[in-house]
């Protein structure tokens, strides 16, 4: 069994070149994780054609709705027989619980609690107080009291996380290699520190997809696990 927690995040706008990728840095991985840009663009069969490559799929659609619309959305992706699904831990309790009542038997369902490109500024322009690690928290909370598998976070709230749930699947993205750019991510760790805090998975997009050598970009992170 393919044991690496690194996921790759294939946000490329074009198929032919993000298969490309994924095959090049395949050896180095443990899956591929397929969100909104490369969803919108190309579809079911975006997906089935990224499948081909053997690699779990991870699609990251962030599904955030009333419970009924979020349920059908679900139904509706059972045949692309994805490993994890994302849905917003702010939908709320009953969307969380009929996400994970309508997802395929094998699939995870994992909701993201507070977007790694937040802090607490942003947090409170939107009406919301406290700390982001307290945000996460309960989010992460309510995520385990809806039957959900995990949660979506950064790795400066995971540790907290794993404590309160011990048997948690743990995403963690906004992951930079110590020398990396952070660009939109505010909530960042390296992927060592995130691993070490107790991530189950570790999302990782530009520090692999946009370096110069994509394949020595992947297999530099997977030596510092
Ligand atoms: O659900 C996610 O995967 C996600 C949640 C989150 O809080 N932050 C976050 O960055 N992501 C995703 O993780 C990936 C991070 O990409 P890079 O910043 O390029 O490594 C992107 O595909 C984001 O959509």
Same mark, same amino acid.
């Given at each position: 069994m393919n044991t690496n927690p690194i996921y790759l #995040? +294939? @946000? !490329? *706008?074009r198929l032919e070149s993000a298969e490309a990728l994924a095959r090049k840095v395949a050896g180095h991985i443990g899956g591929l994780k397929l969100g909104m840009e490369f969803f919108y663009a190309h579809g079911h069969h975006g997906v089935h054609e990224i499948a081909k490559i053997g690699l779990p799929i991870f699609l990251d659609l962030k599904l955030h709705d009333i419970p009924n619309t979020v349920a059908a959305a679900m139904q509706s992706i059972h045949? !692309? $027989? *994805?490993a994890i699904v994302t849905v917003h831990a702010s939908g709320g309790r009953a969307m969380m619980e009929d996400a994970k009542a309508a997802a395929g038997e094998h699939c995870k369902v994992v909701a993201v609690t507070l +977007?790694?490109? +937040? @802090?607490e500024a942003d947090m409170a322009a939107t009406g919301v107080g406290g700390s982001a690690h307290d945000q996460v928290l309960r989010l992460a909370d309510l995520a385990h009291s809806a039957g959900l598998d995990g949660i979506v976070c950064s790795g400066q709230e995971v540790g907290a996380v794993h404590r309160q749930w011990k048997d948690g699947f743990f995403v963690v993205p906004g992951l930079r290699p110590a020398e990396g750019k952070t660009g939109d991510q505010k909530r960042t760790v390296t992927p060592r520190a995130a691993r070490d805090a107790g991530a189950s998975v570790l999302v990782i997009g530009r520090p692999i997809s946009? #370096? $110069? @050598?994509p394949v020595a970009a992947a297999r530099a992170i997977e030596a510092t696990l």
């Amino acid at each position: 069994m393919n044991t690496n927690p690194i996921y790759l #995040a +294939l @946000d !490329l *706008p074009r198929l032919e070149s993000a298969e490309a990728l994924a095959r090049k840095v395949a050896g180095h991985i443990g899956g591929l994780k397929l969100g909104m840009e490369f969803f919108y663009a190309h579809g079911h069969h975006g997906v089935h054609e990224i499948a081909k490559i053997g690699l779990p799929i991870f699609l990251d659609l962030k599904l955030h709705d009333i419970p009924n619309t979020v349920a059908a959305a679900m139904q509706s992706i059972h045949v !692309l $027989e *994805p490993a994890i699904v994302t849905v917003h831990a702010s939908g709320g309790r009953a969307m969380m619980e009929d996400a994970k009542a309508a997802a395929g038997e094998h699939c995870k369902v994992v909701a993201v609690t507070l +977007l790694t490109s +937040l @802090d607490e500024a942003d947090m409170a322009a939107t009406g919301v107080g406290g700390s982001a690690h307290d945000q996460v928290l309960r989010l992460a909370d309510l995520a385990h009291s809806a039957g959900l598998d995990g949660i979506v976070c950064s790795g400066q709230e995971v540790g907290a996380v794993h404590r309160q749930w011990k048997d948690g699947f743990f995403v963690v993205p906004g992951l930079r290699p110590a020398e990396g750019k952070t660009g939109d991510q505010k909530r960042t760790v390296t992927p060592r520190a995130a691993r070490d805090a107790g991530a189950s998975v570790l999302v990782i997009g530009r520090p692999i997809s946009r #370096a $110069e @050598d994509p394949v020595a970009a992947a297999r530099a992170i997977e030596a510092t696990l």
